[in-house]
Each structure stands twice: as structure tokens, then as C-alpha cells.
């Protein structure tokens, strides 16, 4: 009986397993389909900046608007984009249209730069670089407005085609960011050599305070020394603001001050924040920037 029952459970496991490969053909069918129809798109989560007061830069991380669904998050169709090659094109449309929104907020008067996530996948593509390259000029957008973030384990890379394009990015005048710093195991020497223009410290980090002061202290010291741009990500409390700010962090980007939101609504907010810094009007320097916006 012990035998019947253990070619039960392996029959229910490769039952379960034939299940999931289903679910992920179906996943990525769908998918190709959302992409057809235009409903991946990107929302914004501002960077906010305590010198300028206000949000001078926003990410831009995919949603997928689904007829039935609703807004489905990155966590749910990136890691299988990232597995079948799918993540090319979500990129690219990512791109295109948050490209787009920077140069139509541009034409407006409002000065915002937008900084884009691309996965190692991405960057394994020989047309990358072009691809952006294109993107930028069909648009007539300032390359020095685009920031790309990257995570650090692709530094370690030695893939030619990955460093290939990281150089043309670089030759173009594309900020590079390193997202998630903090999460892996950096070569530092490599860090510095590659002179990125801009560090984000991980939300575990971040989120670790005050306990881990000593350490986020000495990133901040390291990134100081290596003079880039630093943001401190998952910023959710007033305190965490402070302790960022206090502690020379360039930029603030967290719930604290916005969720991911539309384009419409992140305008909107900038905008706020563009008329309350003109009016002078004296605030508190880290809640001055923030918004109730939730979405
Ligand atoms: P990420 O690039 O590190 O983006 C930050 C994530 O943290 C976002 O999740 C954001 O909503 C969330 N977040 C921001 N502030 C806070 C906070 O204060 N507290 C907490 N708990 N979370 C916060 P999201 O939008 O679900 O994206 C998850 C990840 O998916 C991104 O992490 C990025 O790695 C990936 N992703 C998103 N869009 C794209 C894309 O267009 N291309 C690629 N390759 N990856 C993407
Ligand atoms: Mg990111
Ligand atoms: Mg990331
Ligand atoms: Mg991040």
C-alpha cells in the first residue's frame, strides 16, 4: 500500500505540476494579448527631493490594467516575462511610453526625470542600447533625463553583450542607476569603476532603521565617496524621512510620500508641490513634500 500510495502523490504532484505549466501558457498568452491591446503600462512613484521640495525625478514600474482584474503589480507577470524573453517587450512599451509622458510633461513646463527598471534579460538583447537610443530621439528627449536602474549582481556580470550595451548606454549620456543596493553581494572595486550615477538603498535596509543605523551610515559614506546620487527607497514614515534627509540622502522615494499612481494623479501632485515651493510658504522640511495619494 505504501507503494500505491506514493505513486498517488506522484501522480497528484505531476498532476499539480502540468497545472502550473497550464496556468503560465495561459499567464503568457494573456499576456502577449494585454500587450497587444495596450494594457501594460507604467505608473509613477515620485523621487521626492528635499533641496528642490518637491519630486524631481519618478520611477516608472509596470501595471497591467486588466478588464476583469483590475491593476495587477510587477510580482505577479515579471518573473515569468523575465523567463520566456516576454520582458523585452514589456521593457520596451515601458520605455516608450514613460519616454513619452517625460517629454510631454517637458513641453508643459514641468521638469521630471524618469528612471526605468531593466532586468539582466534586457540587457542580454544586442539591440538594447539602440532600442533606447531610438526611443530617445523619436521623442527628442535629453538622454540625461532618463536614468536606468540596474541591480548589482549584473555588474559582477562578464556577459560581452551586457557590458556592450552598459557602455553605449553610458556613451549616450543615460544616467545608471543601482537599484535594490544592499540586497547582494557587490563587488564594490567593480561598483566603482563603472562610476553609476546613482545608488538606491534598499527598502530592507532602510526599513531596518534605527537598528542597522551604523550600516545604512556607512553606505551613505560609501555612495559620498563614490559621489553619486543617493535615494533612499521605501521611505513610509516621517521619522524614516527625517533620518534619510538628517543623513544626506539626495532623494526620498516611499508610500510616505506616494504609492505608484497614474500619470495623471503623480502630475498632479508635482504640480502641488511646484506651487507650494513658490509660494515660500515655510513647512516642515520632510513633510513638506507629502501627499496623501494612495493608489
Ligand atoms: P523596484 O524597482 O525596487 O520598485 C520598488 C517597489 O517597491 C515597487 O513595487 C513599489 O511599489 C514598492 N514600494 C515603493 N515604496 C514603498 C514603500 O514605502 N513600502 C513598500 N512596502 N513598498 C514600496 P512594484 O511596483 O510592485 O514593483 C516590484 C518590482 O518589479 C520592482 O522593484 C522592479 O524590480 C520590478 N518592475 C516593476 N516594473 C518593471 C519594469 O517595467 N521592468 C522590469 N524589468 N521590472 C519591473
Ligand atoms: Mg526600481
Ligand atoms: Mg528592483
Ligand atoms: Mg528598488
Request: charged content about 25%.
Amino acid at each position: 500500500e505504501a507503494k500505491a500510495g506514493g505513486r498517488n502523490q506522484y501522480r497528484m504532484f505531476d498532476e499539480s505540476m502540468r497545472n502550473q505549466r497550464e496556468e503560465e501558457l495561459q499567464l503568457l498568452s494573456d499576456l502577449r494579448e494585454a500587450l497587444r491591446c495596450g494594457h501594460i503600462l507604467p505608473h509613477y512613484q515620485p523621487r521626492y527631493s528635499p533641496t528642490a521640495q518637491r519630486a524631481i525625478a519618478v520611477e516608472a514600474l509596470a501595471r497591467w490594467n486588466h478588464p476583469e482584474r483590475g491593476l495587477i503589480l510587477p510580482s505577479e507577470f515579471i518573473p515569468i516575462s523575465e523567463k520566456s524573453g516576454l520582458i523585452n517587450q514589456i521593457g520596451a512599451t515601458i520605455l516608450e511610453q514613460a519616454v513619452r509622458q517625460r517629454c510631454e510633461w517637458a513641453r508643459q513646463g514641468l521638469d521630471v526625470s524618469v528612471s526605468i527598471n531593466v532586468s539582466q534579460r534586457q540587457l542580454c538583447d544586442l539591440d538594447f542600447a539602440g532600442m533606447v537610443q531610438r526611443v530617445l530621439e523619436d521623442h527628442g528627449c535629453d538622454p540625461k533625463r532618463l536614468e536606468l536602474e540596474i541591480t548589482e549582481t549584473l555588474l559582477i556580470e562578464s556577459n560581452p553583450v551586457v557590458s556592450a550595451n552598459l557602455a553605449k548606454i553610458r556613451e549616450l549620456g543615460i544616467r545608471l542607476a543601482i537599484d535594490d543596493f544592499g540586497t547582494g553581494y557587490s563587488n564594490i572595486a567593480r561598483l566603482n569603476e563603472m562610476s553609476v550615477d546613482c545608488i538606491k538603498i534598499d527598502r530592507g535596509l532602510m526599513q531596518g532603521l534605527p537598528r542597522n543605523e551604523e550600516i545604512v551610515r556607512l553606505v551613505i559614506a560609501m555612495c559620498n565617496f563614490m559621489q553619486v546620487t543617493i535615494v533612499a527607497e521605501g521611505i513610509e514614515t516621517l521619522e524614516m524621512a527625517e533620518w534619510a534627509q538628517r543623513n544626506g540622502c539626495h532623494e526620498l522615494q516611499g508610500y510616505f510620500y506616494s504609492a505608484p499612481v497614474s500619470a495623471e494623479e503623480v502630475e498632479c501632485l508635482i504640480q502641488g508641490q511646484v506651487a507650494a515651493a513658490g509660494s515660500g510658504r515655510r513647512r516642515h522640511p520632510a513633510t513638506s513634500g507629502r501627499a496623501v495619494v494612495h493608489g
